[in-house]
C-alpha cells in the first residue's frame, strides 16, 4: 500500500518579496494618484500675500461700513440666459448707476471665474447675456455710483437650472 502524502507548499522568500512588493506598491500608487488630484485642483489661495491683505482690512471695513449707511439695496436677477442688477436707495427709487461689472467666483474652482461685464438695459437696470453654471458661487457686484469707491455688494448664490434661488 502506497500512501500518497502531499506536502504542503511552503512559504518561501520568493512569496514573502512578492507580498512586500505588492504592499509598497499599493502605497505608492495611492499616494502618486493622490498627488496628481492634489496638484490638479484648487490651490486653496485666496490671497496673494496675507500681510498686505491684512494691512487693508481696516480700510476695507470702514468703506463697507459707510456703505451699509447709504441703506441701498441691491437686486440681482439670473433666469433665462440673461443677469440683471439694479440698485435702489432707502426710499426705494432707482440709483443711477454709470457701470456694473460682476466677478462670478466658483468656491472650490478658479479656473470657472468669470467676470462679466453689463451693460444699460431699462430703467437703470443692467444687464448682459450669461448663464452660470448650476452650483454654489460667490459674486461680487463692483457698481460706478460716481463716488470715489464703487458700490460693492457680495453674495453667496445657488443657481439651479440656470436661475438663481
Known amino acids: ?13 520568493r512569496h514573502m518579496l512578492r507580498i512586500i512588493l505588492s ?4 502605497i505608492v500608487g495611492v499616494n502618486l494618484t493622490m498627488a496628481t488630484l492634489a496638484s490638479t485642483s484648487w490651490t486653496g489661495l ?8 491684512s494691512q487693508q482690512f481696516n480700510r476695507m471695513a470702514e468703506e463697507g461700513r459707510a456703505q451699509a449707511a447709504l441703506g441701498w439695496t ?13 440698485l435702489s436707495d432707502a426710499a426705494g427709487k432707482a440709483v443711477q448707476l454709470h457701470g456694473v461689472r460682476l466677478l462670478f467666483r466658483h468656491p472650490a474652482y478658479e479656473a470657472e471665474d468669470k467676470a462679466v ?3 444699460l438695459a431699462a430703467s437703470q437696470e443692467f444687464a448682459a447675456q ?4 448650476d452650483g454654489v458661487w460667490i459674486v461680487q457686484v463692483d457698481a460706478d455710483v460716481g ?3 464703487p458700490y460693492r455688494d457680495v453674495r453667496r448664490i445657488i443657481i439651479s437650472h440656470g436661475a438663481l434661488q
Open 23 to 26: 504592499f509598497f506598491g499599493v
Open 117 to 119: 461685464m453689463l451693460a
Open 130 to 133: 450669461h448663464t452660470p453654471r
Open 46 to 53: 485666496v490671497v496673494e500675500n496675507t500681510y498686505v491683505a
Open 1 to 13: 500500500m502506497s500512501v500518497n502524502a502531499r506536502r504542503p507548499p511552503e512559504f518561501t522568500g
Open 147 to 149: 463716488l470715489a469707491e
Open 74 to 86: 441691491g437686486k440681482l436677477t439670473i433666469a433665462r440666459g440673461e443677469v440683471r442688477y439694479g
